[in-house]
């Protein structure tokens, strides 16, 4: 069973091609009853400028290189001289056994010399941070924030 579509009160159209069983419905006067809602249209493809993205592979390789050198060197420092202090120990017990000072024997010294050099590893680690990786990430932040408000405003 088919619906005709078209309002009864319009004649039928001469031109419409006819069936077997007599002229077609004719295609109503709109696409759409009044009651749907239009079907939403395509996005228009707008032309944007070519420009490199926010965050470009390159500028985070570089951030990831530079952290990765400056924890490199704290890590390898307080590790390197715990595992010289272990080797020590380990291999040369006369050299551990044997006083520095007013009686306190080496291995004791280079013990308690652990701490200030891990926190001289830390400090370094730090400083040297602040001044050549914090800009460089502070820089490649401003430029995630302007995309941003750039892409908020599109």
Do not use: C, K, N
């Amino acid at each position: 069973m088919t619906h005709d579509l078209s309002d009864p009160a319009d004649p039928p159209d001469p031109a419409a091609p006819s069936g077997p069983s007599g002229p077609t419905p004719r295609e109503p006067s709109h696409l759409t009853y009044p009651w749907r809602p239009l079907p939403p249209e395509p996005p228009r493809p707008r032309h944007m400028p070519r420009r490199e993205p926010v965050g470009h592979y390159s500028d985070l390789r570089v951030l990831r290189g530079a952290y990765r050198l400056r924890r490199r060197a704290a890590t390898l420092t307080a590790l390197g001289y715990f595992t010289v202090f272990l080797v020590l120990s380990a291999f040369a017990p006369g050299l551990m056994t044997s006083t520095v000072a007013d009686g306190v024997p080496t291995g004791l010294f280079l013990a308690l010399l652990q701490l200030p050099v891990t926190w001289l590893a830390i400090a370094r680690y730090e400083h040297s941070a602040r001044r050549h990786v914090d800009p460089l990430a502070d820089r490649i932040r401003r430029t995630a924030e302007l995309d941003a408000r750039r892409g908020a405003v599109r």
